[in-house]
């Protein structure tokens, strides 16, 4: 007998577009919630679950946002619940992200007894000044006893997420975040720098000139970042993503080999056992169902976007439909541009069978130019079998992405 799973789509991303309040530097579509429109929210979402639950096996699931936990425990088990129905749990790898502010052990718990076994902590600083310029709800100490919980709950695959480059954040402040950060211990740590957005208070202060952006300091901040997480027992798999090959706590899930049941395209080796294999699935080009206002989806070749809007999406689904906004057909050697774009973000790079398995093409016959561009520049190295962005190529990943687009 046929099994109809092997071919369903095996990653699920949820958003969850709810904040406490709107950082400043932050693009993501959320809003501040109100207890009707977030109830409103959880049954339209359920009915989106129900939709798409046919075509779906996670093997991997994220909730994002927005912020997640900021969900109460019955809305959370009414979701869990429902995918429970629907045959939505049991992924290898399952993410929510939390906000420090929002984690209690009746929280942790609940997901633990539902098969979350990751979670993807918003730090962003240690530093309560710069907390408080980001416009964070949470203080430093309440990083480490969320933490703390969430370790008490049983969770050995924590994952803290960190910002440099922020606006009066010295080299010193950034290495006692970084200091701080790797002793917790966490099993991933994730580093991106500020990004001025249009239509963000940073942005604005940035134009009105209430400081200046010192591109010199960001690169040094990245060149730490890289040193110390590495010192520390990290191993980078992608521009701004490091992770352990082993938990730091001992439990019967903290095998290495446990980790690797995903299927993102890569080999045992090619990422350490505690990478993110959701987002390994969207380098490599595979295919996911994204859930919840502007979220994106990505299935067999045809990308859909959901209203960036939280009552649109709740009428739309209650009039029985998904609420898709747009849907784009790529092209074959377009989508092909962009997964080569994509999976060079990674450590890794494109092995060039791998590449040709994923997306129909040869990196060396339609990139070949590309390619040699890249390595005379020292960005990027090549074999027989593969071709890689060098350390120095990492830090300018997405100038050397661009070339590969079409
Ligand atoms: S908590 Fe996250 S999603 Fe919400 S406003 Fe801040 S950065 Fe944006």
Known sequence: MMDSSASCVASLYVHVPFCAQKCAYCAFYSEASSGELVNRYVAALICEMEIVADDLKPKTTFFGGGTPSLLNLRQWEQILRAMEKLNLLGADEFTVECNPATVSSDKANLFRDFGVNRVSMGVQSLDEKLLDRLGRIHSREMVFKSFDILRRAGFDNLNLDLMFAIPAQTMDIWRDTLNEAVAMQSEHLSSYEVIYEDDTPLFAQMKAGEFDVDENLACEMYDELVLRATAAGFRQY??????????????????????????????????????????????????????????????????????????????????GRRAIESTEELPPLKRAGETAAFGLRMNAGWPFAEFQHVTGFDLRQDWGSEMTQLTERGWASRDANSFQLTPQGLRFADSAAELFLR
Do not use: M
Request: glycine share 12%; proline share 6%; hydrophobic share 25%.
């Open 238 to 319: 992608e521009v701004a993503n490091f992770a352990r090959s082993q938990s730091t706590v001992h439990s019967p899930q903290s095998t290495p080999g446990g980790r690797l049941a995903g299927d993102c395209g890569l080999r045992t080796g090619d990422i350490p056992a505690f990478a993110c294999r959701h987002n390994a699935n969207y380098w490599r080009g595979g295919s996911f169902y994204g859930l919840g206002p502007s979220a994106t989806s990505y299935v067999r070749g045809v990308r859909t976007k959901n209203w960036p809007n939280t009552q649109l999406y709740c009428e739309q689904l209650e009039n």
